[in-house]
C-alpha cells in the first residue's frame, strides 16, 4: 500500500476552513439530506422493468442487467441489501450479489415500490447517462489493472453521483441556485456547490451511502470521487472512479451545463501508472461500449415516451 | 411486537379503531399507496399488516404478494378487511388471498383488536422456525421429507452444509459466521424460488445444516445453480487477505495449527423414487454416507445417488468444481 500522501497535494483543497455560519448551513444540509427516503428514477427504466417482472420467463439475471444499467436502483438495492433487516451490513458491495441474496421476489416489490421523476428533464437522462459511461469505463480500467472483482469498482463507478441526486431532490432550490451559478459566474460545479451549500455532492454522497449501511469499498470512491489522495482504504478504486468520471466527461457525457472538464490529480495518475498508449487503447475499448450505452438510451426515452403518451 | 401497517383507502379503519389500537400500544402506520406500502414493508417491515380488499385497483393483492412471497418476511401476519358481500362471493384464499386471517367491514373496534391478538398468539405457537434464517426446523423437516415419501412422483432431498465452517467462525468470529449462515439460506431459497418453486420446501436442521427438497428432475440444475451463486458471493464474506491466500490458518481439534481450504458448499442428493425407501430416517442414513463422500472432494460440490432400478448399491455422480465418478455403497 502507497503511503498516504498529503492532503493539499490534488487539485482540490478538501479541508477549508469553516466560519460558524458555514458550519451551520452544512449541519442543515446533513439533516435535510437524512430525511431522503426515496429517490425517483427514469419512467423508461421502471416502466421496462415492471414489464419484465410480470413475464414469468423473466430470470433473475435479466432484472439483474437491467438494474445495473440504473444508478439510482442500484444504489436502492445496495441499501437494501445492506440494511440491518436484511442481516448483511456493510458487507455486500457487488450488484450481482445483491440479487443472489435477495432473490426474484425482494427485487420485484423494489420495482413496484421505485417512484418515477415526475417530468424527465434533459438534466437527468444526462446524469443516468454519464453515470453509466462512467461505470463502463471503470470497468473496463478495473480489469485492465487485473482488480480482483471489476464489478464492485464498476458498481462505485455507477453509483458515484449518488449524492447529486439527493441534493436535487432534497434541496431543489439550492439545486437551481448552482446550476445558474455555474452559467453566470463561468465556473465548474463543484465550486458552485461549494459557494451554495458549502460543501460539494462527493461529501454528500459519501454521507448517504454511509448512513444507508454500504461497505467502505462503495463510500470511499463515491466521497473521494474528485479528491482520491484523501481516500485511507480504498485509494486505487477512488483513483479509477476519478479518472473514469473526468474520461467520461471528456467524452461528453454528462455535463449538465456544466461543460468544464476538471482537472486529473496527479495521484491519482501515479496510482494508475498509465501510459499515453493504454489511454489510447482504453478509448478504444470504451468507445465501442458506450455504443450500447447511447443505443440503450434511446431505447429507454422511445420507452418513457410511450408511457407518458399512454398515461 | 406491535407495529401495525394499515394499507387501505383513507380512514377505512375508522377514528374509533385507531384510537383503541394506539391506546392498546399499537403504532399505526397508514398507506394509501400500495407502492408506498411495498417500499415500507421492504425497508421497515412492520410486525403485522392489515390490508383492505380491492383498494387501489388490485394494490392490495400486489402488497399480499410482495409480503408472502419474500419468505424472510412469509411471519408477518395478515389480516384481510373485506365487506359481507364480498365475503359471499368466496375470494380465492389459495393463489389471491393467502391471508391469516379476515375482518369484516364496518370494523368493530374491539372484534379487530381480539383478531389482531390472537394472530400475533398463534404466530408464537407454530414457531418452529429458525431463528436466524426463520427457515423451517426439523419439525417441518421430517413432516415435508414423509410428505413427499408418500407421493409417487420421484422428489430429491438435498442436505446441504458449509466446509470448513467451524474454522471459519473461529477465525472471523460468531456473528460473520452468522452472516454466513444466513448467506447460503438466502441463496437457497432464492434459487429454488427461481427455478423450482412447485411443491418445493427449504428447512434449516441448524448451524450450518440445511434440506432443500424439489422435483427430482430439477435438482442438478438447483444444485448448480446454488454451488455457481454461492462461489460468486462467497468472497465478500472472506478478507482480502485470506482470498489472495486461497486458504486460512485456523487450529484443529488438537490446538495445532492447521491450513484450511477457504468455505465452500457440499449437497447429498438423495432421490424418493423407486420407492426404495419407506422412512425418513432411511432417506438420513443414506444421506449421511453419501455426504462422507462430497465432503472429501476439494471446492463446492453436489453428489447425485444414482439409482440403477435392479442394482443393490447405488453408483453416484457429483458435480460442481470436481467431475469424478463416485462410488458409494462401498468402502
Known sequence: ?311 | MNRLLVAGNADFLGAESRMLLEAKGYQLNSCERPQDAVALVLEDPPDLLLVEKGFAEGGDRQLIKAVVSCLQKSNIPILLALSADELANEPDWQDAYPVDDIVIKPLVPVDLLARLRLAEARMLRVFDNNPLSRLPGNTSILRAIRRVLAKEEPFAVCYVDIDNFKPYNDRYGFSRGDEVILMVARIIVNVIEELAREESFVGHVGGDDYVFIVHEEKAEEVCRRILHNFNMVRNLFLSAEDVAAGEFVGLDRQERETRYPLLSLSIAVVGTGGGRYRHSGEIATAASELKHYVKKLEGSNYLLERREPDSAGGAATNGGDEVAEVETGKK
Open chain 1, 1 to 311: 500500500m502507497p503511503a498516504r500522501p498529503a492532503k493539499k497535494q490534488g487539485a482540490i483543497m478538501v479541508e477549508p476552513e469553516l466560519t460558524a455560519e458555514q458550519q451551520k448551513k452544512r449541519d442543515n444540509i446533513r439533516k435535510a439530506l437524512r430525511e431522503v427516503k426515496n429517490l425517483p428514477t427514469l419512467p423508461g427504466i421502471v416502466s421496462k422493468l415492471t414489464r419484465m417482472a410480470d413475464d414469468p420467463d423473466t430470470s433473475t439475471d435479466q432484472m439483474g442487467k437491467l438494474i445495473s444499467k440504473d444508478h439510482i436502483l442500484a444504489a436502492k438495492l445496495l441499501k437494501l441489501v445492506n440494511s440491518a433487516f436484511y442481516g448483511f451490513p456493510q458487507r455486500i458491495s457487488s450488484l450481482n450479489s445483491a440479487i443472489i441474496l435477495l432473490g426474484f421476489n425482494v427485487i420485484k416489490s423494489l420495482i413496484i415500490s421505485a417512484s418515477i421523476f415526475e417530468l424527465m428533464e434533459e438534466q437527468d437522462v444526462e446524469l443516468w447517462e454519464h453515470s453509466l459511461g462512467c461505470a463502463v469505463i471503470c470497468n473496463v480500467v478495473a480489469k485492465r489493472l487485473e482488480i480482483n472483482d471489476p464489478e464492485e469498482v464498476s458498481t462505485a463507478g455507477l453509483i458515484h453521483d449518488l449524492g447529486k441526486v439527493a441534493i436535487k431532490m432534497e434541496l431543489p432550490r439550492e439545486s437551481a441556485e448552482v446550476a445558474a451559478l455555474v452559467e453566470s459566474a463561468e465556473i465548474n460545479r463543484f465550486e458552485a456547490e461549494q459557494r451554495v451549500l458549502g460543501l460539494e455532492h462527493a461529501e454528500v454522497g459519501g454521507w448517504l451511502a454511509k448512513s444507508w449501511n454500504l461497505p467502505a469499498k462503495l463510500v470511499e470512491p463515491i466521497r473521494c470521487h474528485h479528491d482520491p489522495a484523501s481516500a485511507d482504504n480504498e485509494p486505487l478504486v477512488s483513483a479509477i472512479v476519478h479518472f473514469a468520471d473526468i474520461m467520461i466527461r471528456g467524452l461528453g457525457y454528462g455535463h449538465g451545463r456544466d461543460i468544464w472538464v476538471p482537472p486529473l490529480q496527479p495521484r491519482a495518475w501515479e496510482l494508475l501508472r498509465f501510459k499515453a498508449a493504454d489511454i489510447d487503447e482504453i478509448l478504444d475499448e470504451v468507445e465501442e461500449k458506450l455504443w450500447d450505452v447511447k443505443g440503450f438510451s434511446l431505447d429507454i426515452k422511445a420507452e418513457a415516451a410511450t408511457t407518458a403518451t399512454k398515461g
